[in-house]
């Protein structure tokens, strides 16, 4: 038969379980390691194996291996004692039947070869099949050991020897198990020497005559048989009958099918009734026809033998059978050998080589169940050629029993390391580590077949496996032809790639092509799923929801449309079309099979509803998720219905949802954030003291989370906010102490150093500001904390704050240097002036604010400004001239406002007059009222004016 072709390694696949798991799992484990050749692990395991699980069913066949580890280890006495029990004890074993030659064995291997040999011979008179090849050759091993060499040298020949004629009988089992054997060379040896002890014995030179045809020497075999028709008186009518078929043999090469249909016509008819000679005659037509293809003939030469009810050979049938076989009749094929099977159990060889093609046939014609009903029969009774093996093999992955596959088809490629079927060994492998999720053996198995001629449609597979191991990189690197490109599968696995290494300006291209051609429905919908994942990643929201639509409306039942749902769900959301995602979410969450995806489907659903409006729906979807605890989703369920409540001002139901979550998960990171969330609620509505005791609540828990520093920052404010500053400075150090890289530990020392201000503490305060100046530079000067400290320490002199506020700042400002330092020394000036203060304090305000008159002419604005406090402090010195001329230069010089403006004249014509220049006071006040008529400082002026009559 034909090797099967490999691609029929993948037509279909089952599912097998055998007992308890752990049973099932650790013979396995055993099993392989044996099958690895590392005997002494495999010998610990199954020993392990029998003290964990006694009394499984399994027992015997674990002391079967145990027996060979013993024996592959040199440990013969060990082997013996195991494989006896075997077969005294577990009889019930499946290699109960097989121990005995295992036994004889060992005992040769022990020098104990009289016991061996009586083991040997037991086990073949009991008729086993499995290695019944290696007890003939252990038992002439031991014969010769036992100086029976005569008997020795026939076992090894697989021949009889004696010193009289064999009986005829004797002499046609001699030459078949010569040629069942392969030792026809040495058969005809032994033949050609009994020729010339009985010369004149017809069926013996008949025999050499039929040896020699069967190794093809015709020139012999024609010359023996012409020996035969001439000189040997005793030849019988089957000799003669013979001599007529093998004559119409030789000739047959130079007949055309015509004239040989005459001569086998005669032929035919010179037999008469003897089937046995009509079936040798008919064998021949087969050949012949056969090999001119004239298929009609076969089939009726066939169709005779079978009517004739006469033993045929298995090479006849055969050559019907490749016939049938090469025209795709595979049943007729079938229905031939079934035919046969019983004929063929006479010989083994005969009857092994029709199970074979029977076997083959099934699984051709895909009925592997007949197939693996014939193999598994015969498997498992001694050693199979590699055919038998590899088909078995084959049979082993099409049921699903792919460990059972790859520990057969590693032995295979030990064994046959030059097989033909060595790529699909390799291949088998591959697919059973794929279906094992062993991906890197996998890979490795892949990659010996690459570039193998007739192995082409492994790349796709390959490329698959690679894929599932991530290798996305080296998928999207892969070279491929022009025709492996148009393939759709490598489009496929390389848009993928793509997709998943992020880059979709390459993979999304690829994809929409595959998706605009003519791809096949197994890739169609993973094209439309991958393509709107990738839009949805791309923020290409509106694009992403037209594929998933069209892969729920032409793929409704495909494996991807429950994920698609979700992410569709979620392009709708961005979109902020709420009443579709809430649809596609809830979707999702019916069609998925597990808990926690539904919840997740549902919560997604009620956020969704939430934002419609549907805040009853909303807080009945969230109460399902919460309802179904165990498959999550339920804290983010209770946090978002807190968010709602406090939406709603119900904030009681807001602090109870987050409480829930504390109580349910106390030591949890989301336990200590609701807990948290709890008191925020509180202090969002003003309630500090029930803020303040829910964090207090969450210490007391003895949690360290790192949320436990938002609970200080609140816990803080809520008992600033109360009123409670010593409290809120005691919180506040303790998330400095314990959170230092805290985001809060600069605000905290902020607040802390300003409630130390506000109590007059202001050493404290100060030492806090100078402590963040270092800390924190940046965050300080962005703060203007340097300031503060500044007008802090003016304060320790005994300013006020508003002094020592203008003080900081013209400090900072550099002085009169700056515009805003020129406005903190008017400010201060104005302070000091206006009011009734000490001489040494409008001392150093003069000296600052002549410094800004100095810079009138830049800035004209403080210029005039600085100019008119200079006059009020003229005037309140009684330097009533000057002041006068300082107020008037204040007024020319200000560029607005009015007011300014009308206030400096006015100052001025005051000071004219308490210098007793009336004529001067009068002058101004009339400036005064044609520029400024409508102002109150023009009113003021005529009453000024007045009093001066």
Known sequence: ???????????????????????????????????????????????????????????????????????????????????????????????????????????????????????????????????????????????????????????????????????PYILVSLMKTGIASGSSEQTLFLLDSLGERYPEDAYITFLRAEMYFYITDYERSRELYSYLAKNVASVNEEIRAYLLLRELYFSKDVLNPGEFRDAYSAAEQELGNDRILLAQLWEMGLFYYHEKNVFADVVAIFQKMKASSVQVSYAAVARVVDLYSVSGDYQSAIDVLLWYLPQSVEDSADNYKTLFALASLYAQSDDWDKAMEI???????????EKWQYLYAQGLYIEGLYEECSALSEVLLKEYPGSDYYPDILLLIARCARERGELARAEDHYRKLAGLPGYEFTKAEFISILF????????????????????????????????????????????????????????????????????????????????????????????????????????????????????????????????????????????????????????????????AENGGYWKEAYFELGEMFLETGATDRAIDAYKTVFMKDPDGTDGVRAMVEAGKAAYGAKRFDEAADLFRTLRDSGTRDEKMVDAYYYWGLAYKDAGKPYSAILVWNRLVEQYPKSVYVFEVQVFIAAMYQDMGEYKKAADIYAKLVTQFPDDASNSQIDVELDKLKFMIQGQSDREAALSARIGKQKGAQTREGREAIIELARLYILNDTRKSQLDFVLDLLLKVIDKKDDDPDTGSKALFLYGEYLSREGQHVKA??????????????????????????????????????????????????????????????????
């Not at 089952?14 to 692990?41: C, H, I, T």
């Not at 199954?46 to 145990?66: E, N």
């Open 468 to 627: 599932n191991q991530g290798k996305y990189r080296e998928v999207a690197g892969l070279e491929f032809s022009r025709e492996e490109s148009a393939n759709p599968v490598f489009s496929y696995y390389r848009g993928l790639s793509y997709v998943l290494l992020e880059s979709y300006d390459k993979g999304i291209p690829l994809l929409e092509k595959l998706e605009a051609g003519a791809v096949q429905d197994t890739l169609k919908p993973y094209v439309l799923f991958y393509l709107g994942w990738s839009k949805y990643r791309v923020s290409d929201f509106k694009a992403a929801l037209g594929y998933y639509r069209k892969l729920f409306a032409s793929y409704p039942m495909s494996e991807t449309v429950t994920s698609a749902k979700y992410t569709a769900g979620w392009c709708a959301f961005s979109l902020e079309d709420y009443p579709q995602a809430s649809t596609y979410f809830t979707e999702y969450a019916l069609r998925s099979e597990y808990t926690a995806q539904r919840n997740k489907g549902l919560f997604m659903s009620a956020r969704s509803l939430r934002r419609t409006g549907q805040t009853n729906k909303a807080i009945l979807t969230l109460n399902e998720v919460i309802a």
């Open 375 to 385: 193999l598994r029969e015969e498997n498992g009774y001694g050693p199979l050629d």
């Open 884 to 949: 006068t001329e300082a107020m008037l230069d204040a007024a020319l010089l200000s560029p607005g406002p009015e007011d300014f403006i009308a206030q400096a004249l006015f100052r001025a014509a005051s000071s004219a007059a308490f210098s007793g220049d009336k004529s001067d006071a009068k002058a101004i006040i009339t400036t005064l009222r044609q520029r400024f008529p409508s102002s109150v400082w023009a009113e003021e002026g005529r009453k000024l004016e007045g009093g001066l009559k």
């Open 1 to 167: 038969m034909k090797k099967l072709p490999a691609v029929l390694c993948f037509l279909c696949t089952v599912s097998f379980v055998f007992g308890d798991a752990r049973v099932d799992a650790q013979f396995s484990v055993a099993k392989n390691r044996f099958l690895e050749a590392d005997y002494e692990v495999a010998l610990h395991e199954f020993q392990q194996f029998i003290r964990l699980f006694p009394d499984t069913g399994y027992d015997g066949d674990a002391y079967y291996f145990m027996g060979q580890c013993h024996y592959f280890l040199g440990d013969f006495p060990s082997a013996l004692i195991a494989f006896h029990r075997v077969r005294h004890k577990y009889t019930a074993s499946r290699y109960a039947r097989v121990v005995g030659f295992w036994e004889g064995v060992v005992l040769i291997g022990m020098d104990r070869h009289e016991e061996g040999y009586d083991a040997l011979k037991e086990y073949l008179d009991n008729g086993e099949s499995a290695y019944r090849r290696e007890a003939v050759y252990y038992l002439s091993v031991a014969s010769l050991n036992l100086g029976k060499e005569q008997e020795g040298f026939a076992y090894m020949e697989n021949l009889v020897k004696g010193d009289e004629k064999p009986e």
